[in-house]
Every structure is written in C-alpha cells, then in structure tokens.
C-alpha cells in the first residue's frame, strides 16, 4: 500500500505560482509511477503531469512549459511546480501511484494509490 498526502494548495491570482507537495510513505519503492491530476467542479478528473519510474516526464498539453514535476525519493515527496497560473487551472489536485516498472501515463484508470486532493483556485 502507498499511502499519498497531498499539500500546498492555496488561492492565487492568474500569473502567479504555487508549488504543491505529495508526502508519501518511507516504504514506497523506488519503482514506481505517480502522478498529479486535477477535476474541476462537472469535469471528469484530468492527468496534468506523470513522472515513469525510470524518471521520464509526461505533461498534459495545457500545462506545458508552465508546470514541472519532481521527486525527491530522499524527502519522500513529489512536487508540482506550477508558473503562469490561469482561472482554468482552478481544480481540486491529486496525487497518484502505481507501483512498478512503467512508463509515464495522464490516464487515471492506470494508477492504484491516489490521495485526498488540495484544492487550488486561480482568480
């Protein structure tokens, strides 16, 4: 089981930058892929950036070039750096894990462990 807290919500004005951060647990292993994803209020839930297990980044195209994706395994944290912020990023944010050798993935259905969300509002 891999356990997911997710943090650093906030309410921004449009331009500016918020950074969130994923605690996961001690005992997750070094093979794994996560993820960050995000659903507004009547939007399905949508994939914004995935790190693969080999440390490769995959983003969604409205994202690109504005929010990044780390792991910092010594820390146990997963990070979404996010720059230029828009009214269209507001959305609740999760974290997802899939343990195991894989590759990037923005599909939900292809992720097991995901935390309770923080929410982020761009005004």
């Known amino acids: 089981h891999v356990q997911l807290v997710e943090s650093g919500g906030g309410s921004v004005q449009a331009g500016g930058s918020l950074r969130l951060s994923c605690a996961f647990d001690?005992?997750?292993?070094?093979?794994?892929?996560m993820a960050w994803f995000r659903q507004a209020p009547g939007k399905e839930r949508e994939g914004v950036a995935s790190l693969a297990s080999d440390g490769s980044s995959i983003y969604a195209n409205s994202v690109k070039g504005r929010f990044t994706i780390s792991k910092d395994n010594a820390k146990n944290t997963l990070w979404l750096q996010m720059d230029s912020l828009k009214p269209e990023d507001t959305a609740m944010y999760y974290c997802?894990?899939?343990?195991?050798?894989?590759?990037?993935?923005?599909?939900?259905?292809?992720?097991?462990?995901w935390g309770q969300g923080t929410q982020v509002t761009v005004s």
């Open positions: 997802a894990a899939r343990r195991g050798v894989w590759l990037g993935s923005l599909t939900a259905s292809t992720y097991n462990y």
């Open positions: 001690a005992y997750t292993p070094a093979n794994v892929r």
